[in-house]
């Protein structure tokens, strides 16, 4: 008989106590029936979003929510690698904790890597079937421009890079973010180049990404050049 797969779910968090909470009960709902575990990386966030991790622990118990937070924000890249090292699963699930990745997307995510044995499930807009609700013109504008640069000078057989909703199978997923060098937002596009560099088995699920409910966006001008940059650092990657 074949062992029965166990998922970590990991959750970096900067300021999210509205959505925290929200999510995890969604992710109970879609995942009742399989063994996970929730992993949140809270980044010492200054309106309390430790203390509501904590509490849900409380209610939920220590099995299922793992706390490992930090002493400050260093980074979404980091704490994927600082969540990974306490994952007890044979597959990491990283998504968004403000509602833009719904949890119900999981199921799906994990009946598609079970068809093909895929190293990586990601989730896709641009998809048929996928998609985006509630952004802006400017946004969306950024999002389509951000895709078509990266299809452009990357040319990467999925459809959406910069996606950051995505199944990995655990010993993939240690492999390739301990090989990142990109910063911020950008390493989530450095993980699809170098499993692709890798000749890794990825497979699509369209998703409907939703802009967050409550909170601000942590995406800035910044991060705009930092992805401009990476994008052509990645052109060149070995």
């Known amino acids: 008989m074949s062992k029965i797969p166990f998922y970590s779910i990991l959750l970096p968090t900067y300021n999210e106590r509205e959505n925290l909470p929200i999510v995890v009960a969604l992710i109970e709902e879609y995942l009742n029936d399989k063994p996970h575990e929730i992993i949140i990386i809270d980044d010492n966030s ?3 979003t430790q203390q509501v991790a904590v ?3 409380h209610q939920l118990g220590p099995e299922r929510i793992i706390l490992r937070p930090r002493s400050g924000k260093l980074g979404l890249g980091s704490a994927y690698v600082h969540g990974s090292k306490f994952a007890r699963g044979d597959f990491i699930i990283i998504m968004d904790v403000d ?3 719904h949890p119900r997307y999981i199921p799906s995510f994990i009946e598609k890597q079970r068809e093909g044995d895929y190293d990586i499930v ?3 807009r641009y998809l048929p079937g996928g998609g985006v609700a509630g952004w802006n013109l400017k946004r969306k504008i950024i999002s389509c421009g951000a895709n078509y640069l990266t299809q452009l000078l990357l040319r990467p057989p999925i459809s959406d890079v910069t996606g950051s909703f995505r199944l990995y199978r655990k010993s993939i997923f ?3 973010i301990n090989a990142c060098t990109s910063k911020g937002y950008v390493f989530q596009m450095e993980m699809i180049v170098r499993a692709v560099k890798a000749k890794l088995r990825i497979a699509q699920v369209p998703i409907i990404f939703v ?3 409550y909170g601000e966006s942590k995406l ?3 991060e705009v050049v930092l992805f401009a940059k990476g994008v ?3 052109t060149f990657l070995d």
Request: avoid cysteine.
């Open 99 to 101: 509602l833009s990745h």
């Open 174 to 176: 240690d492999q390739l």
């Open 122 to 124: 990601t989730g896709s």
């Open 46 to 48: 200054p309106d309390g």
């Open 232 to 234: 052509l650092q990645l």
């Open 211 to 213: 802009d967050r409910l």
């Open 55 to 57: 509490e849900l622990q």
């Open 220 to 222: 800035g001008g910044q």
